[in-house]
C-alpha cells in the first residue's frame, strides 16, 4: 500500500515568488491536513480538508492556501513568499480526520527555501 | 500556557534501559493523542496512538493515558541507539467544535540512546 506522496521533494524559491506544493494521500483517505514544521515553532497546523471542502484552517495569513481535487489529491500554495516561509511543509492522510478511531500518517514533506 | 507540553531534553539513556517520555495538554476535552518518532532530516513517523485511559502496549512501546491529570506519556524498553530521535507528542482537539483534522503538536523531546 502506498503511502503519502509529496512532491516537490526539495525547492529553493527567491522572495515575492509563489510556490505549489502537491501531495497524494493514501488510497481510500479522504482527509489531507497540511503542516509547516520550522526548528523554533515546530510542527504547526496549516489547513484539512475533506471531500473538496476545508473543514479547518490554522493561524497563518492568507497568502498560504491549499485545495483538495476530487481524488482527494491536494495542493497548498503560497504566494508571496517571505524569508520565513522557509520550513519543511508535511501532507497528512488519514480516513476521516484526528477523531477517535482515525491514524494519521505522514508523507516525506517539501523542503522549502526561501532566498 | 502551551497547548501540549514536552520537555526538550536531550533525555540520555544507556542502551538496553526504560526510556520515559512525557508530555501534558491543556484541552481537558482532548480525544486523540499520537506518539510520532522523527529521525533528523525526516518526517514523523507514527509509533503509537492512544485514546482511553491506561496503558496500550506494542511491542517495546507503551503508550500511558491519564485524562484526569492531563497526562500521556511514552515508555520504550530495551531502548536501542536506533531509537535516538525526537519523539513529538500530538493531540487532537474537539470534534463537535468543528476542529477536527487538527493536531496540536508539543515540541519534542530529542532522545539519545548511548551504547
Known amino acids: 500500500k502506498a503511502g503519502v506522496t509529496q512532491t516537490p521533494r526539495y525547492l529553493i524559491k527567491t522572495r515575492g515568488q509563489q510556490v505549489t506544493l502537491s501531495c497524494s494521500p493514501i488510497s481510500g483517505h479522504r482527509s489531507v491536513s497540511w503542516y509547516q514544521q520550522t526548528p523554533g515553532q515546530g510542527l504547526q497546523f496549516l489547513f484539512e480538508?475533506?471531500?473538496?471542502?476545508?473543514?479547518n484552517k490554522g493561524n497563518f495569513p492568507g497568502r498560504f492556501s491549499g485545495r483538495q481535487f476530487s481524488n482527494s489529491r491536494s495542493e497548498m500554495n503560497v504566494s508571496t513568499l517571505e524569508l520565513g516561509d522557509s520550513a519543511l511543509y508535511l501532507c497528512?492522510?488519514?480516513?476521516?480526520?484526528?477523531?477517535?478511531?482515525?491514524?494519521?500518517?505522514f508523507g516525506e514533506g517539501s523542503w522549502l527555501t526561501v532566498v | 500556557q502551551k497547548e501540549v507540553e514536552q520537555n526538550s531534553g536531550p533525555l540520555s539513556v544507556p542502551e538496553g534501559a526504560i526510556a520515559s517520555l512525557n508530555c501534558t495538554y491543556s484541552?481537558?476535552?482532548?480525544?486523540?493523542f499520537f506518539w510520532y518518532r522523527q529521525y533528523s532530516g525526516k518526517s514523523p513517523e507514527l509509533i503509537m496512538f492512544i485514546y482511553s485511559n491506561g496503558d496500550k502496549e506494542d511491542g517495546r512501546f507503551t503508550a500511558q493515558l491519564n485524562k484526569a491529570s492531563q497526562y500521556v506519556s511514552l515508555l520504550i524498553r530495551d531502548s536501542q541507539p536506533s531509537d535516538s530521535a525526537t519523539y513529538l507528542c500530538a493531540v487532537n482537539t474537539l470534534f463537535w467544535s468543528g476542529n477536527t483534522g487538527k493536531l496540536i503538536f508539543g515540541q519534542g523531546t530529542t532522545l539519545q540512546v548511548k551504547p
Open positions: 497528512a492522510s488519514s480516513l476521516y480526520g484526528t477523531d477517535t478511531g482515525n491514524t494519521i500518517y
Open positions: 480538508y475533506f471531500s473538496e471542502t476545508q473543514r
Open positions: 484541552d481537558r476535552g482532548s480525544q486523540s
